[in-house]
């Protein structure tokens, strides 16, 4: 088991950067991928970035070039460097870890990006 908390949201302008971190309550090194997921008002929830232990990373196509997914095992810590953001990336953004078939969430952090 574990849990996750988000942090690191805010309101940002267009064109303007967010970091958002990801606190794990246990070791995130046996861990094989962990994510980030993001639902904007009456949207499903999609995918935005994964990574493996090993570092192998994936980017929903929206994100691409602009968002970059990391994380650190030692800090227990995922990360995600957002970029060059949008008024469309508005949304809660979410982290998931897959613990021995059973997927755990975070509770979300607000990103809203506007003038």
């Known amino acids: 088991q574990v849990q996750f908390v988000e942090s690191g949201g805010g309101l940002v302008q267009p064109g303007g950067s967010l970091r958002l971190s990801c606190a794990a309550s246990?070791?995130?090194?046996?861990?094989?991928?962990m994510g980030w997921y993001r639902q904007a008002p009456g949207k499903q929830r999609e995918l935005v970035a994964t990574?493996?232990?090993?570092?192998?990373?994936n980017y929903g196509d929206s994100v691409k070039g602009r968002f970059t997914i990391s994380r650190d095992n030692a800090k227990n810590t995922m990360y995600l460097q957002m970029s060059t953001l949008k008024p469309e990336d508005t949304a809660v953004y979410y982290c998931?870890?897959?613990?021995?078939?059973?997927?755990?969430w975070g509770q979300g952090t607000q990103v809203t990006v506007s003038s």
């Open positions: 990574i493996t232990n090993g570092g192998s990373t």
């Open positions: 246990r070791s995130i090194g046996s861990i094989y991928r």
């Open positions: 998931k870890g897959l613990v021995a078939g059973t997927a755990y």
